[in-house]
C-alpha cells in the first residue's frame, strides 16, 4: 500500500459526521441544549470549543448547525449558530419609518 492510500485512510474517520439543522428548544446547565432536528428527532447538543472560545450566545429558539456521529445519533456538537431569517437592517424597520414621521412632524 502506498504512503498515499494510507494517509487517506487517517481522513476517514472525520467522515464519520452528519450535519443537520436544527431550533434549540430548551438550555441545559454547561454549555448543553435540547436541540429538534428538522426532521423532528430531539438529541442533545454540546457547544463546539469555537464558539465557547468566541462567546457566540446560544438561545432558545436560536436555529443552529450541529454535527452528530453515525455511531451515537443522540448527542451532538453545535458548530454554527445561523442568522435570524427575520432580522433586518434598521433602514428598513417600519419602527425606524415611525421615528423619521416623528422627527419630521417636530420640525
Given at each position: 500500500m502506498t504512503e498515499k492510500k494510507k494517509k487517506e485512510r487517517k481522513k476517514n474517520p472525520r467522515e464519520a459526521?452528519?450535519?443537520?439543522?436544527?431550533?434549540v428548544t430548551e438550555a441545559l446547565p454547561n454549555g448543553m441544549f435540547r436541540v429538534r432536528l428538522d426532521n423532528d428527532?430531539?438529541?442533545l447538543g454540546y457547544?463546539?470549543?469555537?464558539?465557547?472560545?468566541?462567546?457566540?450566545?446560544?438561545?432558545?429558539?436560536?436555529?443552529?448547525?450541529?454535527?452528530?456521529?453515525r455511531y451515537d445519533s443522540s448527542?451532538?456538537?453545535?458548530?454554527y449558530?445561523?442568522?435570524?431569517?427575520?432580522?433586518?437592517?434598521?433602514?428598513?424597520s417600519t419602527d425606524t419609518e415611525?421615528?423619521?414621521d416623528i422627527k419630521d412632524s417636530k420640525d
Open positions: 459526521k452528519v450535519i443537520f439543522e436544527g431550533l428527532t430531539i438529541i457547544i463546539s470549543g469555537k464558539i465557547r472560545s468566541s462567546s457566540i450566545r446560544i438561545l432558545m429558539g436560536d436555529r443552529v448547525k450541529i454535527e452528530v456521529s448527542k451532538g456538537r453545535i458548530i449558530r445561523l442568522p435570524h431569517k427575520d432580522s433586518k437592517r434598521t433602514d428598513d415611525d421615528l423619521k
